[in-house]
């Protein structure tokens, strides 16, 4: 028998989107139902990089950033089975200087390293030229799966009815106001309130109802190294665009590289060898680790908007319906942030 249930808000997609909207829902005591489409946490918040850092290129971001690590923060403190803590961003000193100006406000315990001290403490880093350290040990990694895993757990406790296993297929719109969503099993469930955070299938879905998402998809590839070194620090490099995240005696990162897709189910593919070799050429010439191997890689799709910002709204031609989409590369520090302000603004 087909399930016909009423809810205050129905979120679809649990993803870092999903969790921070429904944990938020229940701060200001929605009854909320949390739908996603698989048995366990994926998409691509578990296959992301993980690192969680202010120092970006756009305000905007870092703002959002620096709200998302409080936000994390409050939760799991410095819980090293899921955080770690520090971030450096190996750049020119000149850029350094810069960027040392720009994040003073916003991260009061910046401070700039000079090469020999950068690879006095982390030997396994290679500094060449002018390079320079920017070191924040406030600023964060974090294992994006097991911060899913934890906040599936403790929306349950809060009373979320997260139902895993649960493909949303079509939205219930009735005289451009949406009333629920029904899944692949006939399943009915009611709100006046939807949010969609459905990542890369977001537009997918809104397009089903005729309604253009302006989005574009691409798929991420990563990788996972195995190194003979534990207490790490999460790197970013400015001048190969790389990132790093450690996790015990395993180093898991990529180099900026895409490849474009038609629609989310084509981003998990395998990287293929050229993007191996690109991230092989990166490792090499940024670490020098005296034991160390590729044990693995995986991709994952992302959706960004035409201006590269984040989307979170009520979309124009149906009201009650919300969005939270066009989080691009950077969905751990903008989507707990944007989660809180999309409630607030749900709320007002
Ligand atoms: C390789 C890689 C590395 C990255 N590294 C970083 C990083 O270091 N730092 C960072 O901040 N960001 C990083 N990102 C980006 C970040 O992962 C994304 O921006 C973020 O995860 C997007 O979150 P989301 O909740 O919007 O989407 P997703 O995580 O994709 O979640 C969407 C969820 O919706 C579910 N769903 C889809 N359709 C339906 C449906 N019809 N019904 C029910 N459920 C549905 C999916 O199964 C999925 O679980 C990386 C991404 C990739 C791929």
Known sequence: MPVEEEYELIIVGAGVAGVFTGYFATEKKFKTLLLEKDRSPDGATPRSGGVVTRMMDNPLDSELAAESIEIIRGFLRSDSEIINDGYISIEDEDDAERDLEKFKELIPDIEIMDAAEVMSRWSYIKLYHDEVGLYSPSDLTLNPFKLLKYMWNRLMDRGVDLQPGKRVTRLIIKENRVRGVETHEGDRYYSDKVVLASGPWNREILKSHGIDLNVWLIGVPIFKFEVDRTKMVGVWDENIYSYWRPENSHWIGGVYDSFPIEK????????DDEAVKRILEGFRYRFKFSQWR???????????????????????????????????????????ALAKKLIERIIS
């Open 264 to 271: 989310a189910d084509d981003g998990f593919r395998k990287p």
């Open 294 to 336: 590729l044990i693995d890689s995986w991709s994952g799709p992302i959706s960004i908007s035409h201006d590269y910002k984040p989307i979170c709204r009520e979309i124009d031609e149906v009201r009650g319906l919300y969005i939270i989409d066009g989080l691009g590369g950077r969905g751990l520090m903008r989507g707990p």
